[in-house]
């Protein structure tokens, strides 16, 4: 079986205006590289649907919903906050980037597939239950893990952070949950500027310095995640595959390189083999130097698919 490829052309129309280095290009860098490598043909391509309404629910209050569904412009752009804007398409974008992932868990869960990459925009790791913020609208892998426990039946479902920027909305849906781990590692004091109190026992944050680089970082991961999680002994793991902490990205000050990243998913392979059935459902959130970005979508992905 085939790693499953997830994505919708409406993630392209998605633009936030001139500049914003949340671009439409981040989808076209990832899959330029992709085809360069030869690696679309060991992918299975799958069109991502809609979110609905009830799956939203699950980690969404119903007004902020309709705030969302309510700001979207006819023309023009219309900011949710200073950072996070939408199109008269954004709205479009970001309920198949929540779909994609809902489908992710339906075809890993169902045996499908072993594993699948969800490469979406807009982003989802900052969205609060009742907050827009961060380039991002919808948690799309929080509708996904949620949908994993409630449609599925999933009994313990962990996500992975790697994103350099804390995963705040994850957190604040998730915190208190005993059937959800949430790992994650990013870089402290910086943007969102929170994660360096955990709000609930399932929150396993590790904040670190600007200018950590592959070996710090990896030690971080052996010592505090791989252990948590294979004590959580998980049904699903859930990756949020933010590449923003890349040597060459200019978003944050962290070090590391596409080695990094493949060292990782395999570490989490693993773990996976271990006590999840091989299950992963990965999903992209920051990455934002374009060639960087493309580089360690591809290294990620060689090792989900097992090239």
């Known amino acids: 079986m085939l790693t499953a490829f997830i994505t919708h052309p409406d993630c392209l129309l998605h633009d936030m205006g001139t500049y914003h280095p949340e671009c439409p290009q981040r989808i076209q860098a990832i899959e330029d590289q992709l085809a360069a490598n030869g690696l679309m043909d060991f992918l299975w391509a799958v069109e991502a ?173 052996s010592a505090h995640w791989l252990p948590a999680l294979r004590q959580f002994q998980p049904s699903l793991i859930m990756i949020s595959a933010g590449f923003d902490a890349h040597v060459e990205d200019e978003m944050a000050s962290f070090g590391l390189v596409e080695a990094d990243f493949a060292w990782v998913t395999r570490e989490l392979k693993a773990v996976a083999d271990e006590c999840a059935e091989g299950r992963i459902v990965s999903v992209l959130e920051g990455g934002y130097a374009l060639s960087a970005l493309g580089r360690s979508v591809v290294a990620h992905l060689r090792v989900l698919s097992g090239l």
């Not at 705030?67 to 974008?93: F, R, W, Y």
């Not at 992932?101 to 239950?129: I, L, T």
């Not at 426990?149 to 995963?167: S, W, Y």
């Open 49 to 221: 649907p809609p979110v609905t309404h009830e799956q939203l629910s699950r980690v969404h209050t119903q007004r902020y919903i309709e705030q969302v569904e309510s700001s979207s412009p006819a023309q023009g752009i219309a900011h949710l906050d200073p950072d996070t804007a939408m199109n008269c398409h954004t709205l479009k974008a970001a309920q198949r980037a929540a779909g994609a992932v809902v489908k992710a868990v339906d075809v890993v869960v169902g045996g499908e597939a072993p594993n699948a990459f969800c490469c979406v925009r807009p982003p989802g790791h900052h969205a609060e239950s009742r907050k827009a913020m961060g380039f991002c609208f919808f948690n799309n892998i929080a509708v996904g893990a949620a949908h994993a426990m409630l449609h599925h039946g999933l009994a313990r479902v962990a996500i992975v952070d790697f994103d350099v920027h804390h995963g705040n909305g994850t957190e604040e849906i998730f915190h208190g949950n005993p059937r959800v781990l949430m790992v994650s590692t990013f870089q402290h004091p910086f943007y969102p500027y929170s994660g360096e109190r955990p709000m609930g026992d399932n929150m396993v944050n590790v904040p670190l310095p600007a200018g950590t680089r592959g070996d710090a970082w990896r030690e971080a991961v």
